[in-house]
Structures are given as C-alpha cells and as structure tokens.
Nanobody, 114 residues
C-alpha cells in the first residue's frame, strides 16, 4: 500500500521560510515524478513545482521563492519556500507517480500571518 505523508507546515510570519517534506512509503515501489500543489478554499488546486530525473519545473506563480528537491534513497520530496507572503497561505499537497499510478498526500497547512 502506497502512502504519502507531508510534514513541515505551520504558522509563519511574512518573510519567513518553511521546508515541506513528503515521504512516500510502500513495499518494493518505484517512484517517478513528484510534485507539489496548493489549494485555498473555493479555488482550484494550483501547481507549485515538480521534479523528475530530467529536472525541475515551477508553476507560473511559484518561481523564484519555491525550490523543489528530492532524496531518491528516501523516496522523499521537499519544497523550500522563502520570503513567505500571506497569499502563500494554503494547504500544500504532494503527489507522486508510483508504478504508473498517481498518489496524493492528505496535505499540510501553511499559514502566513503576523
């Protein structure tokens, strides 16, 4: 059974930084592309960043301050967010392609407020 578990969210002041983590667990799995999305109530889920063996991409509204990375040995993907702004407040979800299927985590809340 494949599971994705996010961590690292929380309350942070504007200008602060956070590092989100997402660990993929399962037996004898092969993890392909991994990515981060975010969603606020009433809006569609928004693509933040993705990473494959070929490199990384960022969403249109998440360039510069958002950096995705991964540790293949740990099947873990990270999202470093710098200079956080109130508009970054959202639930952040990770996704992973595992053996041909797409899996999602349950999300981690990021709140940016003074």
């Amino acid at each position: 059974q494949v599971q994705l578990v996010e961590s690292g969210g929380g309350l942070v002041q504007p200008g602060g930084s956070l590092r989100l983590s997402c660990a993929v667990s399962g037996s004898r799995i092969h993890v392909g592309a991994m990515g981060w999305y975010r969603q606020v109530p009433g809006k569609q889920r928004e693509y933040v960043a993705g990473i494959t063996s070929g490199g990384t991409t960022n969403g249109a509204d998440s360039k510069g301050r958002f950096t995705i990375s991964r540790d293949n040995a740990k099947n873990t993907v990270y999202l470093q967010i710098n200079d956080l702004r109130p508009e970054d407040t959202a639930v952040y979800y990770c996704s992973a392609g595992v053996d041909g299927d797409i899996y999602w985590g349950s999300g981690t809340q990021v709140t940016v407020s003074s």
